[in-house]
T-cell receptor, first 118, second 111 residues
Framework: GAGVSQSPSNKVTEKGKDVELRCDPI?????LYWYRQSLGQGLEFLIY????????KSGLPSDRFSAERTGGSVSTLTIQRTQQEDSAVYLC????????????????FGDGTRLSIL | QKEVEQNSGPLSVPEGAIASLNCTYS??????FFWYRQYSGKSPELIMS????GDKEDGRFTAQLNKASQYVSLLIRDSQPSDSATYLC???????????FGPGTRLSVLP
């Protein structure tokens, strides 16, 4: 079946521009996660959506970062006024985690968007 | 603050040997434990999950969990050069729904 789909796979933009990154989770997965990974570094948690609950935004590094999840499915991560330090791979993952229930389901990752800020 | 710790490595083992990767976690409420493999330039892929104390085997991989010691490990038997990658440990409590990842251990299997 279809996995987590992210687009674009690569994005090059100039400093100061806004960018939008898209994530299509696995069908039926209620939990969706965004991470950032700089070269040679670990995963940096950004934001987490679960069903219709308020998202956990505790990992967003600044107010230039925001994310939405429309209709409980597709998510968009927006970075405004990009800076060179925003250059990284942005990974999206989804998980089958029914709201309000205990769940031991793993995450499944997309291939990521490689963002380069010139 | 929930933390997951791993040795960053690199851990080098000769081909055919057993590679042992370790992970400790701080939250005693953690219930689910996952090992992901990440090749350079690729996204993480799930290789093992474990929820109960003891060992869980899947092919050449064995995950070991000791909740009392807050310790989870991954053994790779008959290591192959294709096993060379970064291995990420992830921990989750069933109700928080969020995952905490360790920094990863880089494994190098030498032919």
């Amino acid at each position: 079946g279809a996995g987590v789909s992210q687009s674009p796979s690569n994005k090059v933009t100039e400093k100061g521009k806004d960018v939008e990154l898209r994530c299509d989770p696995i069908s039926g997965h209620t939990a969706l996660y965004w991470y950032r990974q700089s070269l040679g570094q670990g995963l940096e948690f950004l934001i987490y959506f679960q069903g219709n609950s308020a998202p956990d935004k505790s990992g967003l590094p600044s107010d230039r970062f925001s994310a939405e999840r429309t209709g409980g499915s597709v998510s968009t991560l927006t970075i405004q006024r990009t800076q060179q330090e925003d250059s990284a791979v942005y990974l999206c993952a989804s998980s089958l985690a029914p709201p309000g229930t205990a769940s031991n389901q793993p995450q499944h990752f997309g291939d990521g968007t490689r963002l380069s800020i010139l | 603050q929930k933390e997951v710790e791993q040795n960053s490595g690199p851990l080098s083992v000769p081909e055919g040997a057993i590679a042992s990767l370790n992970c400790t976690y701080s939250d005693r409420g953690s219930q689910s434990f996952f090992w992901y493999r990440q090749y350079s330039g690729k996204s993480p892929e799930l290789i093992m999950s474990i929820y109960s104390n003891g060992d869980k085997e899947d092919g050449r991989f064995t995950a070991q969990l000791n909740k009392a010691s807050q310790y989870v490990s991954l053994l790779i038997r008959d290591s192959q050069p294709s096993d060379s990658a970064t291995y990420l440990c992830a921990v989750k409590d069933n109700y928080g729904q969020n995952f905490v990842f360790g920094p990863g251990t880089r494994l190098s299997v030498l032919p």
